[in-house]
């Protein structure tokens, strides 16, 4: 016989990013074998036997950070100021270039670490060493999408060379990807501008074989495409991606910042989904992705920190306030997007958009990833009308608000700490690694 436990706890708020992203008080939630059983008033909750813990502050679904390359945290810092290319070519890539598996374990053990203390419960990963960082999101009870990367200057730019890979990749995803556990499973060619767009097509069709996400950075800034547009007329990178097969399955493009109107058009008849970075977009000074009308379109978008060398952290809180903050300073436009939208972004869009469909919200059935916030905190007083907390949650929410976290309804953060985790020791690995990178590229 098997015997199953369901849990409740009881909040006085929850923000439930569902439907109209409105307020509930007196809130009780129950989980049973990871996923939400059942949630509502605490008088409206039916007889329970179980556990049950009254908590208090706000509830709201986890985080989800939609494009990443944790690892960097290794590289965290380095070379700012720098325009994207020179960035990547001149510091990124030559210290990555002396990166050991042991060096990316460290470096995803400190980031999902920092992403959890701060609420995000879901990443979406695009890097190499993918052993590395399943193990590490493994140990620590983060969710993963893990699309393994597929760049030139490692797996070289021919079908032949790529081949290799992309069986690589699909052995991978035979062996770790499971929608029901933590960990799912995609491909990650780099771009359009890294590899010939004949390889992009080939990775597409595996990817569509598996039915899995394909995640691969689309125009994030404005010249990086002119060398392939000029070479095909003038067809902008959407349409080349487009007319190659690449956009026909489960697509995930991350920045999208130079997008034309047929580009967003095209997006939304292929279902691709959006990973928006904006504080990364804006310390590399990429630009101002159109968010607004993607969105008005039907597009799906979630929020994402990219790496931590170009944000500098892991923290999507900035991203929840900075999205709307750039969409309306870029529309002239204060209602260009509320507070409701840049948490939309950040829970259920985001999920949508690495492949989680049934997450994101606080709703029967949805897999039971959830945080709770402190609000006794002068940032989130007064509160006149439910949406004025909201606004607050949106506009002045950080980490530092995030006490407790649940990922598949295990809990993975109590009382603001990790309980299972030797996080000093992190630091010191990260710290000693990192200036070991420094030192052997020389830069």
């Known amino acids: 016989m098997v015997f199953v436990t369901t849990s409740r706890y009881l909040f006085d708020h929850a923000i439930t990013c569902n439907g109209d992203v409105s307020l509930l008080s007196d809130v009780a939630i129950e989980v049973t074998n990871g996923r939400i059983s059942w949630i509502g008033k605490q008088s409206d909750a039916p007889p329970h036997q179980g556990p049950t813990s009254t908590l208090g502050g706000l509830v709201m679904p986890g985080l989800v950070n939609s494009h990443a390359h944790t690892p960097m945290t290794l590289v965290r810092g380095a070379g700012d100021g720098l325009p994207l ?91 770790y990807h499971d929608p029901e556990s933590l960990i799912t499973v995609g491909f990650g060619p780099h771009s359009a501008y890294d590899l010939p767009l004949e390889v992009c097509s080939e990775i597409a069709s595996a990817a569509q074989d598996l039915e899995a996400l394909l995640h691969i950075h689309v125009c994030e800034t404005e010249t990086e495409g002119a060398a392939l547009e000029a070479q095909n007329g003038g067809r902008s990178t959407v349409q080349l991606l487009s007319d190659h097969g690449v956009l026909d399955g489960r697509v995930l493009a991350a920045h999208s910042v130079w997008l034309n109107n047929l580009d967003i058009e095209t997006f939304a008849q292929k279902n691709v989904r959006v990973a ?128 407790d976290v649940w990922v598949g309804g295990t809990q993975v953060v109590a009382d603001g700490q990790l309980p299972d985790f030797d996080l000093e020791e992190a630091l010191h690995q990260v710290q000693t690694r990192g200036k070991r990178l420094a030192e052997d590229s020389g830069t």
């Open 276 to 403: 928006h970075c904006p504080v990364s977009n804006m310390k590399l000074a990429s630009g101002a992705a159109p968010i607004t009308s993607m969105r008005s379109k039907g597009i799906d978008v979630g929020l994402a920190t990219d790496g931590p060398a170009s944000n500098d952290d892991l923290d999507l809180w900035q991203e929840i306030k900075f999205a709307p903050l750039l969409a309306r300073v870029s529309n002239l436009n204060a209602l260009s997007m509320t507070p409701q939208d840049a948490l939309t972004m950040a829970t259920v869009e985001g999920s949508r958009a690495i492949g989680n469909e049934d997450a994101g919200t606080l709703e029967v059935g949805s897999k039971a990833d959830f945080i709770r916030l402190d609000l006794d905190d002068p940032t989130f007083v007064p509160v006149t009308n439910d949406d004025e907390l909201i606004a607050h949650v949106a506009w002045a929410g950080s980490g530092r608000h995030v006490t």
């Open 85 to 175: 290319m020179d960035w990547l070519t001149q510091v990124m890539w030559p210290r990555e270039g002396q990166m050991t598996t042991e060096d990316a374990l460290w470096g995803m053990r400190l980031g999902a670490a920092e992403m959890l203390l701060a609420g995000v419960t879901s990443t979406c990963e695009m890097y190499l060493f993918e052993d590395a960082i399943v193990e590490a999101a493994t140990e620590i009870g983060i969710r993963l999408a893990i699309t393994p990367g597929i760049i030139s200057a490692v797996h070289g730019n021919s079908l032949a060379a790529v081949d290799n890979r992309i069986d690589e990749i699909s052995k991978f995803h035979s062996q």
